[in-house]
T-cell receptor, first 115, second 115 residues
Framework: ELKVEQNPLFLSMQEEKNYTIYCNYS?????LYWYRQDPGKSLESLFV?????AVKQEGRLMASLDTKARLSTLHITAAVHDLSATYFCAVGDGAGGTSYGKLTFGQGTILTVHP | EAGVAQSPRYKIIEKRQSVAFWCNPISGHATLYWYQQILGQGPKLLIQ????????DSQLPKDRFSAERLKGVDSTLKIQPAKLEDSAVYLCASSLLEGVYTEAFFGQGTRLTVV
């Protein structure tokens, strides 16, 4: 059974500081996703990582994937208040074909950015 | 492009009552998912459809939950009878079935409170 663990679960940051959220998963997968969720809202897709060594950046967020270590990171650079949200990593489950879209989510990291 | 539509947005029922949720996926998306997100946790897959067939319902509590996707488009998820622990946000997602890369797009969810 695929297990996905994120840490930390709670992250309180000051503006302009840098930090990293880690996502470990238990079984082989070649698909990893990062989502953002604002309170009371649905999940917004941030990044899709499909291969070992993949790195993607959007604004102050950068995500990477190491499939050999079964580890993905979401790095936040010079945090701003607008980044306050819950961040989930999700790992693609299923061997392919019709099960390809099935996701197993981590617990989520609640990020709060303070002035 | 219209996103995944869900209704109702909120529902409060008493335990042992029944409830139904509706989902309209993005046009052309063959695969539809229902996820349950309990407060403070990541979403958990309940059931996955491809067109009108069930691909995976291994985590659906079949004694009380049922889902259907008639004609391969809209879907309904029903709970009968509801328990207190069913209080959660029910998220519908859809995706294309296209080669290796399949990204799921989520609706805004239905927040169920069982009292």
């Amino acid at each position: 059974e695929l297990k996905v663990e994120q840490n930390p679960l709670f992250l309180s940051m000051q503006e302009e500081k840098n930090y990293t959220i880690y996502c470990n998963y238990s079984t082989t997968s070649d698909r990893l996703y990062w989502y953002r969720q604002d309170p009371g809202k649905s999940l917004e897709s941030l990044f899709v990582l499909l291969s070992n060594g993949a790195v993607k950046q959007e604004g102050r967020l950068m995500a990477s994937l190491d499939t050999k270590a079964r580890l993905s990171t979401l790095h936040i650079t010079a945090a701003v208040h607008d980044l306050s949200a819950t961040y989930f990593c999700a790992v693609g489950d299923g061997a392919g074909g019709t099960s390809y879209g099935k996701l197993t989510f981590g617990q989520g990291t609640i990020l709060t950015v303070h002035p | 492009e219209a996103g995944v539509a869900q209704s109702p947005r909120y529902k409060i029922i008493e335990k042992r009552q029944s409830v139904a949720f509706w989902c309209n996926p993005i046009s052309g998306h063959a695969t539809l998912y229902w996820y349950q997100q309990i407060l403070g946790q990541g979403p958990k897959l309940l059931i996955q459809f491809q067109n009108n067939g069930v691909v995976d319902d291994s985590q659906l509590p079949k004694d009380r939950f049922s889902a259907e996707r008639l004609k391969g488009v809209d879907s309904t998820l029903k709970i009968q009878p509801a328990k207190l622990e069913d209080s959660a946000v029910y998220l519908c997602a859809s995706s294309l079935l296209e080669g290796v890369y399949t990204e799921a797009f989520f609706g805004q969810g239905t927040r169920l409170t069982v009292v």
